[in-house]
T-cell receptor, first 114, second 116 residues
Framework: DQQVKQNSPSLSVQEGRISILNCDYTNSMFDYFLWYKKYPAEGPTFLISISSIKDKNEDGRFTVFLNKSAKHLSLHIVPSQPGDSAVYFCAARRMQGGSEKLVFGKGTKLTVNP | GAVVSQHPSRVICKSGTSVKIECRSLDFQATTMFWYRQFPKKSLMLMATSNEGSKATYEQGVEKDKFLINHASLTLSTLTVTSAHPEDSSFYIC????????????FGPGTRLTVT
């Protein structure tokens, strides 16, 4: 039962253009959604989050949009830079038994071409 | 800051042997550490949550007698895969949290385990 889905395993964009990474979820109990970035041989690093009561959160070049009715969120990177090339994981938080748990998607590999 | 290391980065072992993986928070004290597993083309899956000085809480379907977790200090947690089998071959990754929200976890670089 995959509760967080990233259906695109890879995405390739040109430097300077917009990168849009998508994520769908099935569990209505998630209250926060997050994006992590992972470079090879390193652990994922937190990028940006959004509360389930918001529909947009922006941080510099990164914006996350949440469509709660569609159970869909997306990460926009504008403008894309070659250094953004990495695997991006979508994650969702839920509370269970008094503790917080993160549920991850499979990741999308973004390649930004110079 | 907030660096988490894992050792070893890669390990190959024979079926039936045990393997220990270490997770250290280098510049902060981690009250909670998490262990994840990722199979090829699959999501990161939480295996267990450990709080310093107490027993780990395992996710459903994860055998606690097979995956022994020890969090004896605020900077070190270990995962021991006992009597490893080829199906245990996977990428194991830990994360550490000092306090605060779930996403304020700092991940280690992971350990690739291959059981032959």
């Amino acid at each position: 039962d995959q509760q967080v889905k990233q259906n695109s395993p890879s995405l390739s964009v040109q430097e300077g253009r917009i990168s849009i990474l998508n994520c769908d979820y099935t569990n209505s109990m998630f209250d926060y959604f997050l994006w992590y970035k992972k470079y090879p041989a390193e652990g994922p690093t937190f990028l940006i989050s959004i509360s389930s009561i918001k529909d947009k959160n922006e941080d510099g070049r990164f914006t996350v949009f949440l469509n709660k009715s569609a159970k869909h969120l997306s990460l926009h990177i504008v403008p894309s830079q070659p250094g953004d090339s990495a695997v991006y994981f979508c994650a969702a938080r839920r509370m269970q038994g008094g503790s917080e748990k993160l549920v991850f998607g499979k990741g999308t590999k973004l390649t930004v071409n110079p | 800051g907030a660096v988490v290391s894992q050792h070893p980065s890669r390990v190959i072992c024979k079926s039936g042997t045990s393997v220990k993986i270490e997770c250290r928070s280098l510049d902060f004290q981690a009250t909670t550490m998490f262990w994840y597993r990722q199979f090829p083309k699959k999501s990161l899956m939480l295996m267990a949550t450990s709080n310093e000085g107490s027993k780990a809480t395992y996710e459903q379907g994860v055998e606690k007698d097979k995956f022994l977790i020890n969090h004896a200090s605020l900077t070190l947690s270990t995962l021991t895969v006992t009597s490893a089998h080829p199906e245990d071959s996977s990428f194991y990754i830990c994360s550490a949290r000092a306090s605060g929200r779930a996403w304020e976890q700092y991940f280690g670089p992971g350990t690739r385990l291959t059981v032959t």
